[in-house]
């Protein structure tokens, strides 16, 4: 099972459209496929149709059980109306969660030792993090094989990037057992502006390991998805939103492929060799690099891993 936290110290950025996009294409190919809201905002839960009061369970029940259980975890799970979407949603009494946690041994680590005890009920885990540095984005960091970091190619952004990049130096200075490798996804791109074009150039110079090599482009028709509450390529999978999530996803599968390996599915690697077939009659898809990093002040006592 593999686990995509998407994190960003910057709102707006495109944190819930990224995790929504790919939800939407790992569905397409009829993927399990978990989402799991973790910001207090719940803007997530929001845009599949749900608010936190209407639905018994949410992440904040995870969080609050002592004793993690198989039953504890899939009891906060949810069936979307997107068949194969399942989704843990958040609850705005997550804001609390850094002071009851406070003490707690191993409490970087709830996250990742729940997943791992429904780690055969999904092909893929995106877990959408709140934009502050706290218990619930380093349990999303941890729990990760891979971090996507949505970065709006503008000035303001880019500030949010290199607050992330020194997260990662953090958690790998206080736990350098803790591997996470992070992926900059450059967001909202307007080759029109010369601010998109001189923001892009200086991820390419500074972050060129850890960079994809496409973009996500400005596209009118995440608002319109957003609205819906429809991932965009459950909506229109050839507007170029949709098209450049799925150049995303063929990349980041294939970058996983090299890093963990026993970690992707059959039928995930399954979308690989299908799209290679079709690549000889059409163009190839894109493939990219790794780099990793870690943290440990919340990440004491891992505790064993389970499987269920």
Same mark, same amino acid.
């Not at 780690?119 to 893929?124: A, K, R």
């Not at 190619?153 to 990049?165: D, I, P, S």
């Not at 507007?239 to 599968?253: D, F, I, P, Q, T």
């Not at 090299?258 to 493939?287: F, K, Y």
């Given at each position: ?19 929504? %996009?790919? @939800?939407?294409? $790992? ?5 399990? #496929?978990?989402? &799991? *809201?973790?910001? !207090? ?70 996250? %990742?030792? @729940?997943?791992? $005890? ?5 092909? #893929?885990?995106? &877990? *959408?993090?709140? !934009? ?82 496409? #973009?996500?482009? &400005? *596209? ?89």
């Amino acid at each position: 099972m593999l686990v995509w936290a998407i994190a960003s110290q910057k709102g707006g950025v495109g944190k819930t459209t990224t995790v929504a %996009s790919l @939800a939407g294409w $790992l569905q397409k190919e009829r993927l399990r #496929v978990l989402v &799991i *809201d973790t910001d !207090p905002h719940s803007s997530l839960t929001s845009y599949l149709g749900y608010e936190d009061e209407g639905l018994d369970h949410n992440l904040y029940d995870l969080y609050s059980t002592r004793e993690l259980n198989r039953e504890t975890v899939l009891n906060c799970i949810t069936h979307t109306r997107f068949p194969g979407i399942d989704l843990i949603a958040s609850s705005m009494t997550l804001a609390t969660i850094d002071r009851q946690l406070s003490g707690r041994v191993g409490v970087g680590r709830i996250l %990742s030792r @729940a997943l791992d $005890l429904i780690s055969d009920h999904y092909d #893929v885990v995106l &877990i *959408d993090c709140p !934009p502050v540095l706290g218990a619930l984005m380093v349990n999303a960091l941890v729990a990760s094989t891979e971090i996507l970091v949505p970065t709006q190619t503008e000035f303001l952004a880019l500030k949010g990037l290199e607050g992330m990049v020194k997260t990662f130096r953090i958690m790998h200075n206080a736990d350098p057992e803790t591997e996470i490798n992070f992926y900059i996804v450059p967001t909202m791109f307007d080759k029109r502006t010369k601010a998109s074009i001189s923001s892009l150039e200086y991820l390419k110079s500074h972050y060129h390991s850890n960079l994809w090599d496409g #973009v996500v482009p &400005i *596209d009118t028709l995440f608002r319109e998805a957003s609205q819906r509450g429809l991932p965009i390529p459950l909506m229109d999978e050839k507007c170029r939103g949709a098209v450049a999530y799925r150049e995303l996803l063929l990349s980041l599968l294939n970058r996983e492929l090299e890093i963990c390996p026993d970690r992707v599915s059959p039928a995930t690697a399954a979308i690989l060799t299908v799209d290679d077939e079709s690549a000889d009659n059409q163009t190839g898809e894109q493939s990219v690099d790794p780099v990793a990093e870690s943290m440990g002040a919340m990440l004491g006592g891992a505790g064993p891993k389970e499987n269920v």
